[in-house]
């Protein structure tokens, strides 16, 4: 044995490092600083990643909602120019979808879901780590505008045709914004297919001994089907993305009508993704509900295998809607009522999750901690925004509320008072799992009331607004358009909304730091998540791959203490046999070949071709790197008193 050396594994904090070695060919060992973090392949710490960039852009992204609010909040005001209002609404939109909702739910997929299922890692853990520092480098090219001439793109997160074409979305000459919006969302969408198709392999491939597909955990589940929408729906988007990037740069006329293109065509490849994404966001939202409430109501989830198959409903059924977002384009009477009524029909499953949510509530203990009060405010402000949701199946009552701020205030219930309030309802329930620290009941509860009545004193004017006949993306209106009082209340709730999130953030940041210590399964918790041995959880997750006897899988080790000890000790001396805990090893070459991506995809934009083959030829030398660096890994040993020792000369 080269060289072993021993360590806790509490928290992230892996072994010494065991011997120099050099930067690039030979893999890094280092455990601590920031070598670790830019070489990492540990699933914990690429979630951790994640979550820190999604929260950074959420508050970036509600800044700029703030700014919005407070253009609109008095008639005929000068705070923003048209202009940059413009580019407000359209970076505020893809900074939530894209790099603030999205990458907090692959933080609960990285970090969670490996655990859910008890696996070691990811079954790609440097493939892990590369679509991280992707999501990185696409979320660096979309915001690049703010710091240059050109500015930020200013035609809308939705792209459409002929906003996008030189004559109206190019202010002057060699504007490059509209192409910096193309081509970080096709990075973006590299990010999303690659840790997407790495989360399905590992869901079904590497589940714990006993952990049939029907005892799965819910979230998990979530996780299948949203990585599942992923890669069958942004090929669309990338398609629309191409074609849009060739019309501007190689004037190819796919959506220049003046050369035969069609500007109708971008809206069908973009909405056959657009509305999958709504579910992208959404099923992952469901996910953390369905873990939350059996496990504050103290009881099982009501009808498992209903709400499991309801969120493979949705996720198939979202798929043929994506024209409801087009009615008043003209497609005709028989594809508007096709539309129509498949968007009714998925309202069915949306509804019977709801059903057994309420199920799994009715008769059972309740504990009403902060967690709760999120799942709860989650079902209530969803609910909300499914109703409007249903009046815009209505092809006629849609043509009425089209771009209009009824438009807005149903989607951001969805988005808001969906996803955002089930994410920050699986910040307070994870948290302690993830960091060893409980936040305060009282502070966590101030936070939830603070949000909850900034969000709906922000958006439920926005349904009279919109009823009024306010269009959405106005960046002033006149004093005698009778929308001054709505618009005013508005911005006033969007200000106190701020104020919640900034003290939630702030409640998070002073627990990480002072929060109170916790002992094991703080909530007494169900799902095998909680049965790591420290939290937080040690670098290899658990010291015996557990063996899993039934749905809530934490709990029946609970009550059958005895027996699973017997089955880890047979377990550990099997696994010990064959030589210990195999681990992944750390990488240099994800990093590397996204550098190489950045670089040339800026230099692509800026059309220095030159630049771009030398970033193409680093990420070709990455590429070979990887793959001549081979798997690699090193060993644990655990002993019975559960210290570990590493093993680095496999």
Known sequence: MEATAKASFTGHDSPAKTEKRSWLFT?????????????????????????????????VGGFEALLIRLQLIVPNNTLLSANTYNEMFTMHATTMIFLAVMPLSAAFFNYMMPLQIGARDVAFPRLNGFAFWVFLAGAIVLNIGWFVKSGAPDMGWFGYAPMTSHQFADRFAGDMSTDLWIMGLQILGVSSVVGSLNFIVTIINMRAPGLTMMRLPVFTWMTLFTAFLIILSFP???????ELMMDRSFGTGFFEVSQGGLPVLWQHLFWIFGHPEVYILILPAMGIISEILP?????????????????????????????????????????????SLATMAIAVPTGVKIFNWVGTLWGGHLSMR?????????????????????MHSAAPADAQQQDSYFVVAHFHYVLIGGSIFALLAGIHF??????????????????????????????????????????????TYDGNMGWNSANFIAT???????????????????????????KHDVWDARTLEWAVPTYPPPAHNFHVTPTVHARDAFWYEKTHQEEIAKEKAAHAKDEESHG????????????????????????????????AIIGGAILVLGIYGWAIEGPGGYHLHVDKEGNVTRDDSH
């Open 27 to 59: 893999r890094p060992t280092a455990t601590t600083g920031l070598v670790s973090w830019l070489t990492t392949v540990d699933h914990k710490r690429i979630g951790f990643l994640y979550g820190v960039c999604a929260l950074f852009f959420f508050l």
């Open 236 to 242: 669309a988007i990338t398609i629309a993305l191409v």
């Open 295 to 339: 496990t504050f109501s103290r009881k099982p989830l009501f009808g498992y295998p209903i709400v499991v198959f309801s969120g493979a409903v949705i996720g198939f059924l979202g798929f043929g809607v994506w024209s409801h977002h087009m009615f008043t384009t003209g497609m005709g009477t028989v594809a508007t009522a096709a539309f």
């Open 370 to 390: 902060t967690p709760m009060m999120f799942a709860l405010g989650f079902i209530w402000m969803f609910m909300f925004g499914g109703f409007s949701g249903i």
């Open 430 to 475: 994870w948290f302690p799992l993830m960091f060893g620290r409980k936040v305060s009941e009282k502070a966590g509860k101030l936070s939830f009331w603070i949000i909850f009545i900034g969000f709906n004193t922000t958006f439920f004017p926005m349904h009279f607004l919109g009823l009024n006949g306010m269009p959405r993306r106005t960046f």
């Open 492 to 518: 006033i709730g969007a200000l106190i909304l701020g104020l919640g999130i900034a003290y939630y953030f702030y409640v998070m940041i002073w627990t990480y730091f002072k929060g109170e210590k916790v």
């Open 580 to 611: 210990g805990i195999h681990m992944p090893s750390q990488s240099w070459f994800p990093l590397i070949v996204t550098l190489g991506l950045l670089i040339g995809a800026i230099f692509f934009v800026n059309h220095n071709y030159v630049g």
